[in-house]
């Protein structure tokens, strides 16, 4: 249970649904409220397509790549740790200026940027990783892991979807509350990887 709510926390404050609630309204504010929620929806089926292939085939690219786990824990903790501190002091940066004008000359914007970087990004993918390598050998695991992964894409579709309405009552105060209370969870989490992966690597040389 404890790994539950641990991988449900984790997922949620990655791919933090309520601070991209500003980034959808700029990107699709201009579009029908029905293109809206097909945009949402389109957006959050091809980010889960690429979260399940990461957990599928994760572990096994790395292996092939001959990177340790351990190795990819400390990497990943350092990504989140600057995501982290990225959100806490309001530096939001999971696209470009000339990547954001692309967008909007796009009609479509559900994969880019929606899906890729924002929903599914380095952060998540990197997340996702580590947690099926916990779980590895146990099939039921990962299906738990790609269904809570499931519970928090549907949380960001129904964010999406009720966008408008959801900003006007917070106001951007109150997102941006939110946002850096988020940050500061996603720091500590990241500081466990740090630590969990150097200790754990630390100890594998040893008994080499």
Known sequence: MAFL??????????IDPVGLLPIFITLAGRYPTTQQIQIARRSVLVA?????????????????????????QVAAGLLLLKIALDMVFAHRERE????EQEAR?????????????LL???????????????VQGHGLGIVMILAIAAVVLFIAYTLFCLSEQIAKRLGQTGVNVITRVLGILLA????QYI????????KMSMIR
């Open 5 to 14: 709510v641990k991988a449900f926390l984790t997922l949620f404050v990655v």
């Open 188 to 191: 500590a989490l990241a500081v």
């Open 48 to 72: 889960g397509m690429i979260m399940l292939g990461f957990a599928l085939v994760g572990n096994w690219l790395l292996r092939y790549l001959g990177i340790t786990i351990e190795a990819f």
């Open 195 to 202: 630590t969990d992966g150097a200790t754990a690597a630390i």
């Open 105 to 117: 000359l796009r009609e479509d914007i559900s994969v880019f940027p929606l899906a890729i970087p």
């Open 120 to 134: 599914a990004g380095p952060g998540t993918l990197a997340s996702i990783l580590i947690l099926t390598s916990d």
């Open 96 to 99: 470009t200026e000339q990547e």
